[in-house]
């Protein structure tokens, strides 16, 4: 009954652990706190702890400005915790777009997503994989000839695959990257960063590889005065393919990229121009 008494269990523990009277003693207090808590169950009502600890991770913390993604998630989950994560990058960007104008940064983990297209990208927002090789994303089956991310304002994709979208003539669609219909660029240029796409024709020669980009200066709003778009660390495999397309007066700016197999890396037209580094 005082703090010098003291009770050491040198053996295991046979019974269960009721105290005499309901709702009367407490496990440790805020001075002296219990370390690790094994259990399967814990049953009441209310539980209050700053931190609960699952795998190494904290249960409990969440940021206003990160949103997750896992190949295990949920897009009826919240997507504001690494353990309770989206399914898709689509229902990431739906979230962001209803957090209003502040930054968010959407986290997707390794694996492969297959995504309605086109993923729209807010604006300041930026779109994360985990690495360059293992976060890949393709098209649904019936939006294969779909772009893939239209960018507004601020916008960033980084460290991930697009891979197996294909080129549709008809409607001048299936590239990995254009501007958002009307879109307003005014804080800063989309950044495309340590990407790789990588595409292929239906059979040889059809000419249908999916693009790298189509970048028009008329696709913006007026209001926009720097029409540019920025890649850098990016790799474009697209045979037969002008991979990055530059057209009505649009800057593009290229660092440390690459294109392969392409009837024209990079094609400027309309007083348009690239400038590579």
Excluded at 250 to 266: I, K, P, Q
Aim: charged content about 15%; some cysteine; overall charge negative.
């Amino acid at each position: 009954d005082s703090d010098q008494d003291s009770v050491d269990f040198n053996s295991d523990i046979s019974s269960d652990i009721v105290p005499d009277i309901r709702n009367t003693y407490n496990l440790g207090n805020a001075d002296k706190k219990w370390s690790h808590l094994y259990t399967n169950l814990i049953n009441g009502k209310n539980a209050s702890t700053n931190e609960l600890l699952v795998n190494g991770v904290n249960a409990l913390f969440t940021s206003g400005g990160t949103l997750y993604v896992a190949v295990n998630g949920n897009d009826n989950a919240k997507g504001d915790h690494i353990l309770d994560p989206f399914a898709t990058i689509a229902r990431a960007l739906q979230a962001a777009e209803s957090s209003g104008e502040q930054p968010v940064t959407i986290l997707v983990s390794a694996g492969e997503y297959q995504e309605i297209l086109p993923l729209v990208v807010p604006n300041n927002v930026t779109v994360s994989g985990y690495d360059i090789r293992n976060t890949i994303i393709t098209p649904d089956t019936n939006s294969q000839s779909e772009d893939v991310f239209h960018l507004n304002d601020n916008s960033t994709i980084n460290n991930l695959t697009i891979q197996n979208h294909f080129y549709d003539s008809g409607n001048n669609t299936g590239y990995a990257f254009r501007f958002a219909p009307n879109a307003v660029m005014s804080t800063r240029s989309p950044y495309i960063q340590n990407v790789t796409v990588l595409t292929q024709e239906t059979t040889p020669d059809a000419g249908d590889a999916g693009r790298g980009a189509y970048i028009d200066g008329d696709e913006l709003n007026v209001a926009t005065v720097n029409k540019t778009m920025l890649f850098h660390s990016c790799t474009f495999i697209s045979p037969g393919a002008d991979v990055i397309n530059m057209t009505n007066d649009v800057r593009v700016e290229w660092l440390n990229s690459f294109t392969y197999f392409a009837n024209r890396g990079m094609y400027a037209f309309n007083g348009s121009n690239g400038g590579a580094e």
